[in-house]
Protein backbone atom coordinates (compact mmCIF):
# COMPACT_ATOMS: atom_id res chain seq x y z
CA UNK A 1 0.00 0.00 0.00
CA UNK A 2 1.51 3.44 -1.18
CA UNK A 3 1.85 5.96 1.49
CA UNK A 4 -0.16 9.62 1.11
CA UNK A 5 2.03 11.81 -0.61
CA UNK A 6 2.66 15.31 1.56
CA UNK A 7 2.62 18.32 -0.51
CA UNK A 8 5.91 19.19 0.05
CA UNK A 9 7.47 15.35 -1.08
CA UNK A 10 5.82 16.66 -4.37
CA UNK A 11 8.43 17.52 -7.31
CA UNK A 12 8.30 21.21 -7.28
CA UNK A 13 7.28 21.49 -11.19
CA UNK A 14 4.02 19.90 -10.17
CA UNK A 15 3.43 22.13 -7.44
CA UNK A 16 4.03 25.09 -9.73
CA UNK A 17 2.11 23.89 -12.50
CA UNK A 18 -0.83 23.20 -9.36
CA UNK A 19 -0.26 26.45 -8.51
CA UNK A 20 -0.52 28.56 -11.85
CA UNK A 21 -3.83 26.63 -12.46
CA UNK A 22 -4.98 28.04 -9.43
CA UNK A 23 -4.27 31.58 -10.25
CA UNK A 24 -5.56 31.21 -14.09
CA UNK A 25 -8.69 29.71 -12.36
CA UNK A 26 -8.49 32.84 -9.81
CA UNK A 27 -8.26 35.09 -12.78
CA UNK A 28 -10.96 33.77 -14.72
CA UNK A 29 -13.22 33.88 -11.80
CA UNK A 30 -12.45 37.66 -11.34
CA UNK A 31 -12.99 38.79 -15.07
CA UNK A 32 -16.27 36.61 -14.83
CA UNK A 33 -17.18 38.69 -12.03
CA UNK A 34 -18.25 36.13 -9.04
CA UNK A 35 -16.74 35.96 -5.63
CA UNK A 36 -15.53 32.92 -4.35
CA UNK A 37 -19.20 32.68 -2.18
CA UNK A 38 -21.35 32.85 -5.55
CA UNK A 39 -18.65 30.22 -7.44
CA UNK A 40 -19.17 27.95 -4.38
CA UNK A 41 -22.82 28.26 -4.47
CA UNK A 42 -23.16 27.70 -7.99
CA UNK A 43 -20.79 24.65 -8.08
CA UNK A 44 -22.36 22.73 -4.83
CA UNK A 45 -18.95 23.31 -3.36
CA UNK A 46 -17.49 25.05 0.23
CA UNK A 47 -15.68 28.61 -0.57
CA UNK A 48 -12.68 26.90 1.30
CA UNK A 49 -12.45 24.03 -1.84
CA UNK A 50 -12.61 27.27 -4.06
CA UNK A 51 -9.41 29.14 -1.95
CA UNK A 52 -7.59 25.80 -1.82
CA UNK A 53 -8.03 25.28 -5.79
CA UNK A 54 -7.41 28.80 -6.36
CA UNK A 55 -3.92 27.76 -3.97
CA UNK A 56 -2.98 25.77 -6.35
CA UNK A 57 -2.85 22.80 -3.03
CA UNK A 58 -2.79 19.27 -4.60
CA UNK A 59 -5.16 18.16 -2.20
CA UNK A 60 -8.03 19.54 -4.23
CA UNK A 61 -9.73 16.49 -6.64
CA UNK A 62 -9.95 16.12 -10.07
CA UNK A 63 -14.24 16.63 -9.39
CA UNK A 64 -13.53 20.09 -8.09
CA UNK A 65 -11.16 21.43 -11.00
CA UNK A 66 -13.44 19.85 -13.89
CA UNK A 67 -16.53 21.60 -12.00
CA UNK A 68 -15.08 24.92 -11.49
CA UNK A 69 -13.84 24.98 -15.29
CA UNK A 70 -17.30 23.82 -16.38
CA UNK A 71 -18.90 27.25 -14.16
CA UNK A 72 -16.52 29.21 -15.57
CA UNK A 73 -17.31 28.00 -19.40
CA UNK A 74 -13.44 26.39 -19.57
CA UNK A 75 -13.71 23.11 -20.45
CA UNK A 76 -13.27 22.76 -24.29
CA UNK A 77 -9.31 23.04 -23.35
CA UNK A 78 -9.64 20.28 -21.10
CA UNK A 79 -10.22 17.84 -23.88
CA UNK A 80 -6.63 18.72 -24.88
CA UNK A 81 -4.95 17.70 -22.31
CA UNK A 82 -2.94 14.28 -22.57
CA UNK A 83 -4.76 13.83 -25.75
CA UNK A 84 -3.78 11.05 -27.83
CA UNK A 85 -3.65 12.89 -30.91
CA UNK A 86 -0.89 15.62 -29.82
CA UNK A 87 1.04 13.38 -27.46
CA UNK A 88 3.86 13.28 -30.37
CA UNK A 89 6.19 12.10 -27.90
CA UNK A 90 3.55 8.93 -27.23
CA UNK A 91 3.14 8.38 -31.02
CA UNK A 92 6.75 8.60 -31.53
CA UNK A 93 7.31 5.54 -29.59
CA UNK A 94 4.93 3.53 -30.66
CA UNK A 95 5.93 3.80 -34.28
CA UNK A 96 9.15 3.06 -33.10
CA UNK A 97 11.02 -0.27 -34.35
CA UNK A 98 13.99 0.18 -31.23
CA UNK A 99 13.24 -2.61 -28.47
CA UNK A 100 10.22 -4.36 -30.65
CA UNK A 101 10.77 -7.93 -29.68
CA UNK A 102 10.90 -9.92 -33.03
CA UNK A 103 10.00 -13.59 -32.54
CA UNK A 104 11.67 -15.88 -35.00
CA UNK A 105 9.43 -19.14 -35.99
CA UNK A 106 10.80 -22.53 -33.66
CA UNK A 107 12.09 -25.37 -35.63
CA UNK A 108 10.35 -28.27 -35.29
CA UNK A 109 11.99 -31.39 -35.32
CA UNK A 110 9.68 -33.92 -37.90
CA UNK A 111 12.35 -36.60 -37.91
CA UNK A 112 10.35 -39.90 -36.58
Keep these: MSAMVRND ?6 SDLA ?3 GQRIRAARI ?17 SSIQALERG ?11 VLWNLGLTNEV ?3 ADP ?12 TDKV ?12
Design 9 to 14: DVFQPV
Design 19 to 21: HEL
Design 31 to 47: RRKINQHDLAGRTGLSR
Design 57 to 67: ELSVSLGIVLK
Design 79 to 81: ALI
Design 85 to 96: GLDRDGLSLSLS
Design 101 to 112: RVFAPRKINNDF
